[in-house]
Every structure is written in structure tokens, then in C-alpha cells.
């Protein structure tokens, strides 16, 4: 059974930093584009940060550019986004999700067609 689950949510102050896990469970990650999207209340999905299956390139959207990095661990079939400086427009439910390759990761990303997706996991900056 192909299973995705995030971690690492939680309250953090303007300014605090917070890292998400993606575990994935019934198949390997390797193969995979994986993306990290949210949702804020009363607002459309956004595909925030995506990595290759291959060659490890990244895409980031403008708003956390700079901010957030994506990084994989193939080894614990994990991908992680650690997310610095964070900001009380970056609240929202993060989710990650796994797709083959079928096009850049940009392009990928910002279409949001994914296959297979977690739960999401709470991330509120507040003070």
C-alpha cells in the first residue's frame, strides 16, 4: 500500500524555523518527483517546493524562496523541508506528494498533478 506521512508541524513564532518529514511507505522514493504544497484557509493549493527524482534539481516558489529548502534522504525513503524565518502567511496544512517524472520539476510543481498524497501536517506561525 503506497502511503506518504508528514511530520514536523506545530506552532512556531514569526521569525522560528520548523522542519517537515515525508516518509513514504509501499514503494521507493527514488523514483519519484516529490512535492511539498499548502493550503491556507479560503485559499487554493500552492505548490510550494518540488525536487527531482534524478538529478536532484529544485524548484521553489517566490514566496519561500530563499527561506525553505527541500532535501531527500533516499536512504530513510524521506523528504524533508526545512523552513527558516517563517511568516504568518506561511500558515497553512503542508502536504507532500510523489509523482513519476513526467515533466521539469517546475512545470510539476506548479500544475500540482501528483498521484499519491500524505495527510498534510499543521503549520501555524503565530505569536
Known amino acids: 500500500q503506497v502511503q506518504l506521512v508528514e511530520s514536523g508541524g506545530g506552532l512556531v513564532q514569526p521569525g522560528g524555523s520548523l522542519r517537515l518529514s515525508c516518509a513514504a511507505s509501499g514503494f521507493t522514493l527514488d523514483y519519484y518527483v516529490i512535492g511539498w504544497f499548502r493550503q491556507a484557509p479560503g485559499k487554493g493549493r500552492e505548490g510550494v517546493s518540488c525536487?527531482?527524482?534524478?538529478?536532484?534539481?529544485?524548484y521553489y516558489a517566490d514566496s519561500v524562496k530563499g527561506r525553505f529548502t527541500i532535501s531527500r534522504d533516499n536512504a530513510k525513503n524521506t523528504v524533508y523541508l526545512q523552513m527558516n524565518s517563517l511568516k504568518p502567511e506561511d500558515t497553512a496544512v503542508y502536504y507532500c506528494?510523489?509523482?513519476?517524472?513526467?515533466?521539469?520539476?517546475?512545470?510539476?510543481?506548479?500544475?500540482?498533478?501528483?498521484?499519491?498524497w500524505g495527510q498534510g501536517t499543521q503549520v501555524t506561525v503565530s505569536s
Open positions: 506528494a510523489a509523482e513519476p517524472p513526467l515533466t521539469t520539476v517546475q512545470a510539476m510543481c506548479v500544475i500540482g498533478r501528483f498521484g499519491s
Open positions: 525536487i527531482s527524482s534524478s538529478d536532484g534539481s529544485t
